[in-house]
């Protein structure tokens, strides 16, 4: 039964009827506190428990577990529809499988029909980034209340949408955080830094993960997502405390070049909306066309798949812990200024007190928002959906016919690994059955076909092109406009496989389309058996994605490793234990000097301090070798007097800028480090990256950055300052050596081209 009451203030509260409200518990009654209360977070069993709780008891609501997270924790969805949507709701995922792919549907009588029938199906991820908490903790509420609200806003949703609740896309680093958050409150170091990636492999980079799929969470999801084809995808985060207090869509210029231009207009009207929910709710400081672009295919999965990917980013506490921000902490940010009104920030929030409540109702209207659009406006949302598939089908002008990554090609580890982006992400690839001609290029037998005219043929092209980053300044002939993430993602360059672009169509007989292959990765001979080098990796307590990323190459190699954290070097005698130490890219004095005393417990305090370098620099001296790469160069070179210098130091932007892109490298082939590598290679450089000048006889150059203009794909100001520079060193010190990565050999496990260099750095 449901009684409706006109409070005195004309307002209308709905209760549901009573055996509802009986059944499913609030977040109060589960938790024992409000959502968003301060230093208040539920941890995954909570939280977990809590959605099987809901799940029991309402019939709007199901919960599915998708698979297991990096460390073994449930992975869950929830799927929120009426009670009529979810008795028919294999129905309604088959109408959705229809419209994605035109080439499914009849005629216009079927089309009609679906597009009547069908639901707008939308996702919400909830906090990959772990310390981002309010997301995470957000999605309990919501859930309750489209569990138990009769608010006709709420039915309408209900009717119209199914949505596909991942209440945390990252489990172990929620867990985490909110273990490191507890034990810190009410003590000096309440709100301090988790002093470990909170992802196990990728850290921050974990929402950079959305077209490589090195990670287990990311796979479920872009498994659920395929099955589901979803119209829109909101991933929910938080940004720094002293800008808006939350960000919508409009991206800033540039889009990605691939992305059909009804996702672009899609993203805009729907941030905008979100926008303008805010402000009617009463909550200020919300911006729009700020600070992030939408280049990166490695951020928005389904800007590739026919979806709106909606991005919003709230202003951060302390964890759980309140804030106080001063007007004048309020300032410029790159396309508003967080103190003043403009167009796309009318409404300035004056400052004051900020607390994860704020978060959680900033976030909670914003979902509700996205909801109530995707519900209101279903036949636009069904029809942009089918109409982006039919442009895809149709093929797009500046497409080739077909790529071909032809058979027979040495690098198997890179070939598999393509072949898995692509099939992953739901594009057909088939395979030749007898040698082939196109362009006037022979191909032969079993050779690797992906024809244009298929739906997500944008995900093929943006991964298999060249990128092309427009030259974006503040004025002309001025400093660069730093683009959000990298500039280039060419999967051919990073993973050293050929793929070739034809524009005759191909007419050999085709297999089926190809399931999905696993990764094929098989340790080189030398790192294998009895002979194998022992080799440690350094793991900071301000560990860098950089280092958990190599534990992601070793670990799928099945490599042997020990990791090696500050206590442990600074225990000394290392060079009977180990033959090479590898240290990722990280600031030379934060190598040294870790944490301060006041941010955290004393055993993740200080760093590798006085002994702990002293330790590397004798390990060398014993015969050790030490392997670093970018920034941790200047650790190196300082350790030694190493007369090593970086060419690009101190360079002004707008002379010289390489924001993430691909560049030539020629490495040597009579070096150790060249063994079974061809000459010619690449270089993944960024802002980390440096380009070397020698003048010291200890040191040898392995490799050089390209002459002539080096760039491969992506954004280049001033290449010649880098071109031709040595960009592999090695040095002999003592009885042992060094050798100096300008540039980073493992790029968030992709850069397929130059693990060989990185393997053949650790064995003489
Ligand atoms: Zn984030």
Do not use: C
Not at 519 to 540: D, I, Q, W
Not at 582 to 588: G, I, K, T
Not at 727 to 736: L, R
């Amino acid at each position: 039964m449901i009684r409706r009451v006109v409070s005195a203030l004309g307002a209308v509260v709905l209760f549901t009827s009573a055996a509802t409200a009986q059944t499913v518990p609030t977040p109060q009654q589960a938790f024992g506190f409000e959502i968003g209360q301060d230093r208040k977070l539920a941890d995954w069993n909570q939280l977990t428990a809590y959605y099987e709780k809901i799940a029991e008891t309402s019939q709007r609501v199901r919960v599915d577990t998708l698979g297991k997270t990096t460390k073994g924790r449930p992975f869950v969805m929830l799927i929120i529809t009426s009670p009529a949507n979810q008795a028919r709701l294999s129905e309604l995922r088959d109408i959705q499988g229809k419209l994605a792919d035109p080439r499914k549907i009849s005629d216009d009588t079927e089309l009609r029909h679906l597009l009547d029938q069908g639901r707008t199906v939308v996702m919400i991820t909830h906090s990959i980034h772990a310390t981002e908490v309010g997301g995470s903790q957000m999605a309990a509420r919501l859930v309750w209340r489209l569990a138990t609200s009769d608010e006709p806003r709420i039915k309408e949703i209900l009717d119209n949408v199914i949505f596909l609740d991942i209440p945390s896309l990252n489990p172990d680093g929620l867990d985490w955080v909110v273990d490191w958050y507890r034990q810190g409150v009410g003590t000096p170091l309440e709100g301090g830094p988790l002093p470990w990636l909170y992802q196990f492999y990728t850290g921050h980079d974990n929402n950079r993960d959305w077209y490589a799929f090195t990670q287990d969470e990311t796979v479920l999801t872009v498994k659920a997502q395929n099955a589901w084809h979803p119209q829109i995808v909101h991933d929910i985060h938080q940004m720094g405390a002293t800008s808006a207090r939350i960000f919508f869509p409009p991206y800033i210029d540039p889009w990605e070049p691939n992305v059909d231009p009804h996702i672009t207009s899609a993203v805009n009207q729907l941030g905008t909306w979100m926008a303008a929910e805010e402000e009617a709710a009463g909550n200020r400081g919300a911006v729009v066309s700020g600070q992030y672009d939408a280049f990166t295919p490695a951020r928005a999965y389904m800007h590739y798949h026919a979806g709106a990917r909606i991005l919003s980013e709230a202003a951060s506490v302390r964890i759980a812990t309140p804030v106080d921000i001063a007007a004048d902490q309020l300032g410029p940010s790159r396309g508003y200024d967080a103190s003043k009104s403009s167009w796309n920030f009318p409404d300035p929030w004056p400052g004051g007190h900020w607390t994860l409540g704020d978060i959680v109702n900033y976030q909670e209207t914003g979902a509700l928002a996205l909801l109530t659009n995707a519900a209101r406006n279903r036949p636009y949302w069904l029809t942009n959906f089918y109409d982006i598939g039919k442009h895809a089908v149709e093929k797009w002008d500046r497409w080739p016919e077909a790529w071909v990554i032809p058979a027979n090609q040495t690098n198997v580890t890179g070939v598999q690994y393509v072949l898995r982006i692509l099939t992953l992400a739901d594009v057909e690839v088939h395979k030749a059955s007898a040698s082939f001609t196109a362009d006037g290029i022979q191909f032969p037998a079993g050779s690797w076909v992906v024809p244009m005219h298929q739906p997500y043929a944008s995900f093929a092209q943006a991964m298999l092109e060249v990128q092309h980053y427009p030259d974006l300044r503040a004025y002309p002939g001025g400093p660069p406009l730093r683009p959000y993430d990298v500039t280039a993602q060419t999967l051919p360059y990073l993973m050293d496989v050929e793929a070739v672009a034809v524009d005759e169509p191909v007419t050999t007989a085709l297999s089926d389309p190809i399931p999905v292959p696993d990764f094929a990765f098989t340790l080189p001979a030398a790192l294998r058996g009895a002979n194998a080098p022992r080799v440690a990796m350094y793991k900071s307590w301000q560990e860098p994605s950089t280092e958990g990323w190599t534990r992601w190459v070793f670990d799928k190699y099945g490599m042997t490793y020990d990791t090696l954290h500050d206590a442990d070097v600074r225990k000394g005698g290392l060079a009977s234990r180990y033959d090479v130490i590898v240290l990722q890219s990280q600031r030379a004095q934060s190598i040294r000097s870790g944490f301060r005393a006041a941010q955290v417990p004393p055993e993740y305090a200080g760093g590798l301090g006085e002994a702990g370098v002293a330790a590397l620099h004798d390990f060398v001296e014993a015969g050790g070798r030490i392997v670093a790469v970018e920034q941790a160069v200047d650790f190196v070179k300082d350790l030694f007097d190493l007369q090593v210098t970086n060419a690009v130091d101190g360079l002004a932007n707008q002379d010289f800028y390489i924001p993430g892109s691909i560049l030539r490298l020629r490495v040597d082939p009579a070096s150790d480090i060249g063994r079974g590598v061809d000459t010619e290679s690449i270089a993944w450089f960024s802002g980390s990256s440096q380009a070397f000048d020698v003048n010291d006889d200890r040191v040898k150059v392995l490799a050089h950055y390209g002459t002539g203009d080096p760039l491969l794909s992506g954004w280049e100001l001033g290449g010649s300052y880098v071109a031709g520079k040595p960009a592999i060193v090695e040095a002999s010190v003592g009885k042992g050596s060094v050798v100096l990565f300008g540039f980073q050999p493992n790029y968030r496990g992709q850069s397929v081209a130059t693990w060989p260099l990185l393997f053949n750095s650790l064995h003489r």
